[in-house]
């Protein structure tokens, strides 16, 4: 990705990895590309520009549909971003529009798209409104990831199992085989495992590619794992 212009001094260019996106531009080098970091790092406002710059509307659904809201305008980093993609993904978002394909499962808007879109034309079958809260993104997941394409994530480990993690992670890597260009924000060490993608870790010092062993989200979860109390002595009094 590139900006092409920017006005500092403001949300969201204040956020280090916004700031960071204005100096050097982030390219997508491979199919699937996960955005790791703290609350607050800036995941979110650069996945929905990063959707955005897919021609996927900000505010999540499908490619070429609004989803919840009639006049969509671009959020301030979507305004100044354009997108540099792998060759596969550049091919995509130049051919003809009937082909492309896409969908942006955001974080606020998601459980709402289970709840209403379940058996519309375009979208899934099922009746996502009659399924639990994981079931029904998995349904949805398993519909709209059906195809080559610009799939954007925020989050989308917020109501799976660990099981269901895993599907997804094989649901992201046959998208990222078949041609699909993919972006997440996580924080679930599992999805970030995915073979062959990139991740890029976003907070205080901007952005940088960093290897799943050696991510800080990685070393928490293994600490933690291995002896909850290392951590927990500093926040519970016995
Ligand atoms: N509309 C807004 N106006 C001003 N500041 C905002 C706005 N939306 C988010 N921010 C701020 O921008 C920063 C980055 O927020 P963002 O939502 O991108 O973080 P995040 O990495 O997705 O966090 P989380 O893991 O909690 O989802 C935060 O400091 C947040 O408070
Ligand atoms: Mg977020």
Redesign the pocket.
């Known amino acids: 990705m590139a900006p092409d212009a920017a006005g500092r001094g403001q ?2 260019f204040t ?1 280090p990895c916004v700031a960071e996106l204005l100096d050097h531009g982030l390219t997508l080098r491979r199919p699937v590309t996960f955005l790791v ?9 650069l996945v929905e520009a990063i959707a955005e710059s897919f021609k996927l509307d900000a505010y999540g659904g499908r490619l070429g549909r609004l989803y919840g809201r009639p006049d969509p305008s671009k959020t301030p980093l979507g305004e100044v971003l354009r997108a540099d993609t792998t060759v596969a993904g550049a091919r995509m978002l130049a051919g003809p529009r009937r082909r492309k394909k896409g969908f942006f499962l955001r ?1 606020e808007t998601a459980f709402d798209m289970t709840e209403n879109l379940g058996g519309l034309p375009g979208y899934w079958p099922e009746d996502t409104s009659a399924m639990s809260h994981g079931e029904g993104f998995l349904a949805m997941f398993r519909s709209m990831f059906d195809a080559p394409g610009f799939f954007v994530m925020d ?1 989308p480990e917020a109501a799976l199992s660990f099981t269901s993690c895993l599907q997804l992670v094989a649901l992201m890597h046959e998208l990222g085989e078949s041609g699909a260009q993919v972006v997440c ?1 996580t ?1 679930s060490p599992l999805l970030a495992a995915t073979p062959g993608a990139d991740i890029i870790e976003v907070g205080e010092h901007g952005s940088r590619r960093v290897e799943w062993d050696e991510l800080a989200l990685v070393d928490h979860w293994r600490r933690y794992m291995s002896d909850p109390h290392a951590y927990l002595r500093h926040l519970i009094t016995p």
């Not at 970091?37 to 406002?45: I, L, M, P, R, Y």
């Open positions: 949300w969201p956020v970091g703290d609350n607050g790092s800036g995941k979110s406002t974080a989050e924000a924080h």
